[in-house]
């Protein structure tokens, strides 16, 4: 029988100051190596103030990367906006898609920690959900 998949969304703020680039690049190499092995696929945003993140997957798989993530330090005021079963994995081909980088997704995203003035409860899970997902859209068709 397979696994029940979850999804999770969460927001944090960004607390990397130095070697950004560097830095992203480090925490993306990790998170492919580390939820290829877990099964859990996914993507992650980030602009200069947040970072926004989904993550798909067993139970199991989900809760001990997530412990993970929350300890890290280089985010901070990380909040969980969703966590639900899902019937189906939307990031199938992606141990963790970065989409950062889409000028879409900056219009649509770039401000949001500075629009909810990090009060990350405000904001909708699945809203995120989607615009990570619209973008990585983007992405696939360049
Ligand atoms: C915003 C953010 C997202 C992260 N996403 C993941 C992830 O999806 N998977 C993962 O294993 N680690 C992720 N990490 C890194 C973890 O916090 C942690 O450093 C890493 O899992 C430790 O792995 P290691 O024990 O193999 O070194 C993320 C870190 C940050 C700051």
């Given amino acids: 029988m397979t696994a029940v998949l979850y ?23 990790t998170s492919r190596e580390n939820n290829r092995l877990a099964e859990v696929t996914g993507a992650l945003m980030f602009n200069t103030g947040c970072f926004a993140q989904v993550l ?7 809760q001990a990367t997530f412990e993970r993530i929350q300890c890290d330090e280089r985010h901070s005021d ?3 906006l969703l966590f639900e079963p899902s019937n189906k994995r939307s990031f199938s081909s992606w141990a963790m898609a970065y989409v ?3 000028e879409s997704a900056l219009e649509r995203f770039g401000n949001l920690g ?8 405000a904001l909708d899970g699945d809203d995120i959900y989607n615009v990570l997902l619209d973008n990585l859209h983007d992405a696939e068709a360049q």
């Fill in 7 to 29: 999804r999770l969304v969460y927001m944090s703020r960004n607390d990397i100051t130095d070697e950004i680039d560097t830095q992203i690049d480090g925490i993306l190499k």
């Fill in 56 to 62: 798909e997957g067993p139970h199991n798989a989900i």
């Fill in 78 to 80: 990380v909040t969980v």
């Fill in 100 to 102: 950062g980088a889409q």
């Fill in 114 to 121: 500075d629009e909810s003035g990090f009060e990350f409860t």
